[in-house]
């Protein structure tokens, strides 16, 4: 044996030794971080933690198949408050801690001051919030779990024109971000169906007293009611329409007919029809099979946040496979323009594609409650398939 051989086998010994030791530190290294900034605590608390457990049923289920691109997913979570400012912050203490995408939050208000931090950063920032203004902003690294409020509002529209045959409609929303979004959305998408808005209710964030706004609706005489506020709100205002006598049609998006506000309105949230991108009631065998995990998990009902953290985290899986590496920028690029099969990647739930902005566009549904839980009335396909 040369003396070249035995320094060459030391050196391999060597190395193996180093790499045995490292090992775990290794590993983890190795772990694609992924932070869950979202509202744990204050008024967004039901959709954040919807939103964080659907996260992490998702991590759990890949992690268990032996994760994205043979690494595990390891997650931190950090509570927003509910606070556009400590949204903020948090962002940008993952962003400092080399996270590879952010997912939250989910208010509006918030995820449009936090982005700017993964914007900076070039890290890829999956959000529930429904906002039209989030993708307008030209921002290549935002992508959404939900439709925007510019694609489901004229879908509402259209049912309260159509369906409903209503003339007029009174708007009662929510002032914040969310709120004043979707109200410009419908007021529009109303106009261009030809429905008249008689009544433009503003309600707060938090508010408990519904019955000043549901007065004002009542006077308005409208032939039917538009409620767009955050869903313990919809609840307080479904209980006070009915205190009140409300015997017209009550119309909304997702956040009218959650699961929480079915739970919290009881009674009174019965009749009330939505149109949702997301239900846990759709007649979908991989919708309903996420249904019985989550609850399993949870010991709850999802609602569509919990959705919204799901599939989103199953569409960066479709993503980074696809990419073939662990390449922010590069993930971010294959997002735009991606289509994403339920067949080939059941995780999403549903086929979905993702536009140059970070939309997506996927088919979706009209619900109304009834004996306590939403019935889908009708399946209104992808816009991509009309």
Not at 20 to 47: D, M
Not at 193 to 210: L, M, N, R
Not at 349 to 378: P, T
Request: aromatic share 6%; no cysteine; proline share 3%.
């Amino acid at each position: 044996m040369n003396h070249s051989t035995v320094v060459s086998r030391r050196a391999v010994v060597a190395l193996a030794a180093i790499a045995a030791l490292a090992g775990t530190p290794l590993a983890q290294a190795q772990a694609i971080k992924i932070a869950n900034i979202v509202e744990l605590s204050g008024a967004g608390a039901t959709a954040g933690t919807n939103f964080k457990n659907g996260v992490e049923l998702a991590v759990k289920e890949i992690n268990a198949a032996g994760g994205i691109l043979g690494k595990k997913i390891e997650t931190t979570t950090l509570d927003t408050q509910s606070n556009p400012g400590v949204a903020k912050g948090l962002t940008q203490k993952a962003v400092d801690d080399n996270v590879f995408a952010v997912f939250g939050p989910v208010f509006s208000g918030s995820i449009m001051v936090s982005m700017a931090e993964t914007r900076r950063a070039e890290v890829p920032n999956f959000t529930g919030g429904e906002a039209a203004a989030i993708t307008k902003q030209g921002n290549p690294f935002i992508f959404r779990t939900s439709f925007t409020q510019d694609t489901a509002m004229p879908k509402v529209a259209r049912y309260i024109a159509n369906n409903l045959k209503a003339k007029t409609v009174a708007v009662m929303f929510v002032n914040n971000d969310f709120g004043k979004g979707g109200r410009d959305s419908v007021t529009k998408a109303l106009e261009a169906a030809g429905v008249k808005v008689v009544a433009d209710i503003s309600t707060d964030s938090g508010q408990v007293d519904f019955s000043a706004p549901v007065l004002k609706a009542k006077q308005a005489n409208p032939d039917a009611l538009f409620v767009y506020t955050n869903e313990e709100e919809s609840a307080r205002a479904l209980r006070e329409l009915r205190k009140q006598g409300w015997a017209k049609p009550i119309v909304g998006e997702t956040t009218l007919t959650g699961q929480k506000v079915i739970e919290l309105a009881g009674e009174a949230a019965n009749g009330a029809v939505a149109h949702v991108g997301l239900t846990v009631d759709a007649p979908n065998p991989l919708m309903l099979k996420f249904k019985a995990n989550f609850y399993q998990d949870y010991k709850y009902i999802s609602d569509h946040n919990g959705i919204k953290g799901y599939t989103g985290m199953y569409l960066m899986k479709a993503a980074i496979e696809k990419a073939g590496k662990l390449d922010r920028k590069l993930v971010a690029q294959t997002l735009h323009g991606l289509s994403v099969s339920a067949a080939k990647h059941p995780g999403v739930l549903m086929d979905v594609s993702v536009d140059a902005n970070g939309d997506l566009d996927r088919e979706s549904f009209v619900v109304e409650v009834a004996g306590g839980k939403q019935v889908v009335k009708e399946v209104l396909p992808a816009l991509g398939k009309k």
